[in-house]
Each structure stands twice: as structure tokens, then as C-alpha cells.
């Protein structure tokens, strides 16, 4: 489907069929989960990094049933129509932004996700240990949905942050990559 | 009246006759249609095996998805008519009988024909022909 | 109007759910064909769980007049549907789906989501097409109770199946009210009305 259609369909289930919730208590929610996970690792923020793409996993892989059951989508012809498809519906309707979709190589199987805003980083700053300013995504959980969720789709990806406003780089941007298409499984003892 | 295609089995399932009478269908290779008939011939069986009510009486009949709807005739013989049409088609089982009585006529009528052996008879392909696509 | 029977598959060819009603000529059931619901059977081969104890204390495997256990049922009833949606696949192109078949005794239903979950429904020959039900049983009953419900798992490794009371219930009123086809409004306010039990929804302007 083109841009424009994805996003009327992204505004159409936002505006009608969400339930909402207040934005500050998914802020100190998501909060909490990447302070707790640093105070538990003692600082390995690379493994926090890991335990927040897990849990994002755990989550893209019940997520992507809500978002098929709430917007009546069908499978996406090609990777570019999933890219608008997550940009201007997904996180349209989970989190009411629209991030952009750019950098696409030229085999089509890779771009990048670029935040203007990112509600679950609002008010955030990176503690001042010389290491999270390099190390941590805090953002990460995000990336684990992706993954998750296009599991789901019949599709392997890697999503992984390259740049932060809370490290200050100059933009949030998310790198995704088609892996690979997961074929149909078949049953045991078929071939 | 759009039919798309017809094929026909044999009792071990093995495809004797295949052919394409409107667009609509992929076209496939005969190794193709040949697995497909063999598929469907294990299925049909099957079919009637997980029906709920005891007395099951045969099994698939008509098979229906988007872009067609294909019904399916098996005779007392055990030979499988299968015709592909159009969903909305109407008065399929009319086309299913008359296919039947020129099966009948020129094919098992014909002497030469081995049974159970592929089709090859060209007063059955002339005159389905004729009356599946009446203007050609 | 009879339902018969209910199947879901998921993307890895496991039957995970199964719930039949109105078996006549089973043995072990010991309701009478009149009865419109009856207790579900769960499929599991988990040795551990008590519902999967019933369920092999329940079931010959080949049962009276050699009729077949639950657990083969599904699986025939698995092959039938996955060879019949890639036929028409093969036939008309990756796009088409299989939504339904009719035999002389009975008519299956099939609807399949973008992640691969299969929906089943058995039903008798007159029927017409319950591709939509399949889909509102997906939309307001498996996502509202299973998918969002996160003590029940997605992936059932071990064939454990789909086992939650609200997702039962909510299917049991849902085919119940379907044969004398009152409004499905009237399923809505009673999902609805489980849901406030069930959940805090807030609400904040």
C-alpha cells in the first residue's frame, strides 16, 4: 500500500479503536524496567542492552496479533511496503508517532527508522559514568519488537540503533535488515 | 459461463486429462498437475474420513477460495471430475453432467482407449470444446 | 445449523486448540446429541498437565466402529487443510487463500492469519460462508484473551495448546450464539463485561 493509505489507516485505528492510557505512566513505566536492569547488571550496559532487545521479543511476538486483529491488514507485498506499513501504521498506533523511513540500499533490503520523538525517552538522561553515554541504547526494547514481530510475518531481521539524542548524536535512527524470508514450515516428516 | 479448467482422474488418482479453457488459473508444468492431481486424490480420501457425522457420504465436493470455486465429481467408478470456475458461477452441476456424458460417449465409447490411460481422444476435446467455449 | 468441531493450528503444524460438540458416536462422551456445548477437550501431550491425563484416560485410540482419538483427528484434519491451501496457492497464485470446502456430509471453514495461525470450523453442509466468524473469533476472542494474556504462551513446544477459561467461555457463547443468529452485538457486551471484571482499563484524558 502507498504512504499516504498507510498512514490514513494508521490515524483511522489510532483515533478509533485504541484504548488509551497516560503517556507519563509508560514513561516511568519503561523507565523503571532500564533502571532496574542497569542497577541488576552493575553497570554491564551491554548486556542491559541484550535483556531489553530480549524483552522486546518477547513482546513484538504477542504484538504483531493486536496490530493484525486491530487493523485488518493483510501480508505486505514487499520489504518496502513493510517498512511504511511498521512507520506510518505500527508505531503510529502503539505509540502515536511517525517515525521516517530513508537510507534504503539498493537491494531494497535495508533502511533506517528516524525518530523525531521517542515518548518512552522523554525527560531521560543517560547517568553521567563515562560509559552509558557509549554503550547503552536505551531505546533498545524497540528494537526486540521489531524482531518479534516480523518473526511472526515470516520475516528475519536485525534492528539495531546507530544513533541517540540521549548520547548525543544528532538523531534517534534505527538500522533494520532483512536477513532473510522464513519459509512455510512443513509438518514433521514431510520434505 | 466461465469455466476456467477441467481435470479429470483416474481411480488410483492419477491425472488422465488437463486442460485450460479461460484465464484465470497459474499455468503449471504437467510434472505440476500431475503432483497436484496426486495431492488431491489423497485428500478427497481423507476428507471423508474426519467427517463429524458417521454416516459420511464422500468426500470433498466443492472447493471454494477467492479467486475460484472448483467442484469436484467422483463417479460410482471412482474417476474424479474436477471443473475450476468462477466464484459466482452458477450451474456448475449442469457442466459436471454434460461432462460426464461426453466423457461417456467419447471416451469410453471409443475402443482404442486404454482405460485409466491419458486421454487422448480428440472427439472428446473437440466436443467439450465446443460446448464449454461455444464461440471459439 | 450444527457446529462440530473447532481447530486452531499454529505456524509450526502443532494443533493447539481443539473443541468439538455435538459428537453422537463417540464413545467416551457421555452427552447426548442434544446438548449444544460440551466440556472442551484440550489437546496436550504434556504429561504433566491434569487436563491431558483426562484426555488419554478418555480416548481409545481407535474407539468403537474404528472411529479415530482426538489427537489424529487433528492431525487429518491439519494435512487436509494444509495441502488444500497450497494446491490453491499453487493454482491461482501466492495471493489466494482456501476459505472453504463442502463434502456430502459436512462443511469445513478455514481462515488464516498473516502469522500462519490456522482457524478451523467444522460445520454441517448448509452453512454459508464462516470466514467472518473466523475472523471475529481471531479479532475479539484469541488476541483479546491468549495473545495479550502473558501467562500463556505463544510458541507451545511441547504441543501444551491453548488453555485459558475467558478465551473458552468467550467461544462458547460466541458459537452458541451463532446458530439462531441473534446480533453479535450481544457477544460484545458479554466480552465486554468479562473484560471489566478482568482488566483495569485507564482512563486518562
Known amino acids: 500500500m502507498s504512504a499516504t493509505k498507510a498512514a490514513r489507516v494508521g490515524e483511522d485505528v489510532w483515533k478509533t479503536r ?28 551491554l548486556e542491559v542492552n541484550k535483556q531489553l532487545e530480549k524483552m522486546g521479543y518477547n513482546i513484538g511476538l504477542r504484538l504483531i496479533e493486536d496490530f493484525l486483529a486491530k487493523t485488518n491488514m493483510g501480508k505486505c507485498a514487499n520489504f518496502r511496503e513493510t517498512a511504511e506499513t511498521i512507520a506510518k501504521v505500527g508505531f503510529k498506533v502503539f505509540l502515536n508517532i511517525t517515525p521516517t523511513v530513508t537510507n534504503w540500499t539498493t537491494d531494497n533490503k535495508q533502511f533506517s527508522l ?63 535488515t532483512l536477513v532473510r524470508i522464513i519459509d512455510d514450515e512443513l509438518p514433521p516428516g514431510e520434505d | 459461463m466461465v469455466i476456467l479448467s477441467i481435470l479429470i482422474l483416474n481411480k488410483a488418482g492419477g491425472l488422465i486429462f488437463q486442460r485450460d479453457f479461460n484465464e484465470g488459473l497459474k ?59 468462477e466464484p459466482n458461477q452458477p450451474n456448475i452441476d449442469v457442466v459436471v453432467k454434460r461432462v460426464y456424458e461426453l466423457y461417456a460417449d467419447y471416451v469410453m465409447k471409443n475402443p482404442f482407449y486404454q482405460i485409466e490411460m491419458p486421454i487422448r481422444c480428440e472427439a472428446f476435446e473437440r466436443n467439450l470444446v465446443a460446448y464449454i467455449k461455444p464461440k471459439q | 445449523m450444527t457446529i462440530y468441531s473447532f481447530y486452531i493450528f499454529d505456524r509450526h503444524c502443532e494443533c493447539i486448540y481443539v473443541k468439538q460438540w455435538h459428537q453422537r458416536d463417540r464413545s467416551f462422551r457421555p452427552t447426548s446429541s442434544a446438548s449444544t456445548v460440551d466440556s472442551p477437550v484440550t489437546l496436550s501431550s504434556d504429561q504433566r498437565s491434569s487436563t491431558s491425563s483426562k484426555l488419554q484416560n478418555d480416548v481409545h485410540p481407535t474407539g468403537r466402529g474404528g472411529r479415530l482419538s482426538v489427537q489424529d483427528d487433528a492431525k487429518l484434519v491439519f494435512g487436509v487443510v494444509f495441502s488444500l491451501r497450497n494446491m490453491v496457492r499453487k ?61 500463556s504462551p505463544i510458541e507451545h513446544p511441547g504441543g501444551e495448546g491453548v488453555a485459558v477459561e475467558l478465551f473458552e467461555m468467550g467461544l462458547d457463547s460466541f458459537i452458541v450464539n451463532l446458530r439462531p443468529h441473534p446480533p453479535l452485538r450481544r457477544i460484545q457486551t458479554n466480552l465486554v463485561l468479562n473484560r471489566e471484571q478482568y482488566r483495569i482499563d485507564i482512563k486518562v484524558s
Request: glycine share 8%; hydrophobic share 40%; net charge negative.
Open chain 2, 27 to 85: 499455468k503449471l508444468s504437467s510434472n505440476d498437475y500431475l503432483v497436484l492431481a496426486g495431492t488431491f486424490h489423497g485428500v478427497h480420501a481423507i476428507t471423508s474420513r474426519i467427517s463429524p457425522v458417521r454416516d459420511s457420504g464422500g468426500g470433498l465436493e466443492v472447493l471454494e477460495s477467492d479467486r475460484f470455486r472448483m467442484q469436484c465429481f467422483q463417479t460410482l467408478t471412482g474417476t474424479k471430475f474436477l471443473i475450476f470456475a
Open chain 1, 18 to 45: 485504541i484504548d488509551k492510557v497516560n503517556a507519563e505512566l509508560v514513561t516511568l513505566t519503561y523507565g523503571s524496567i532500564v533502571a532496574q536492569l542497569c542497577r541488576d547488571f552493575e553497570g554491564d550496559y
Open chain 3, 91 to 151: 493454482l491461482s497464485g501466492p495471493d489466494d487463500s482456501f476459505i472453504s470446502y463442502r463434502t456430502g456430509s459436512y462443511k469445513l471453514h478455514y481462515y488464516e492469519t498473516a502469522t500462519n495461525l490456522k482457524f478451523v470450523l467444522l460445520t454441517d453442509v448448509k452453512m454459508n460462508n464462516l470466514k467472518v466468524v473466523l475472523h471475529q473469533i481471531y479479532v475479539n476472542l484469541y488476541v483479546e484473551f491468549v495473545t495479550k494474556n502473558p501467562l
Open chain 1, 114 to 176: 528516524i525518530f523525531e520523538e521517542n515518548p518512552l525517552a522523554d525527560f531521560v538522561e543517560l547517568p553521567d559514568d563515562g560509559r552509558a553515554q557509549n554503550e547503552l541504547w536505551y531505546s533498545n526494547m524497540l528494537c526486540g519488537v521489531l524482531r518479534g514481530a516480523l518473526e511472526m510475518v515470516q520475516m528475519q531481521v536485525d534492528a539495531h540503533f546507530v544513533g541517540d539524542i540521549l548520547r548525543g548524536n544528532e538523531v534517534t535512527e534505527m538500522r533494520v
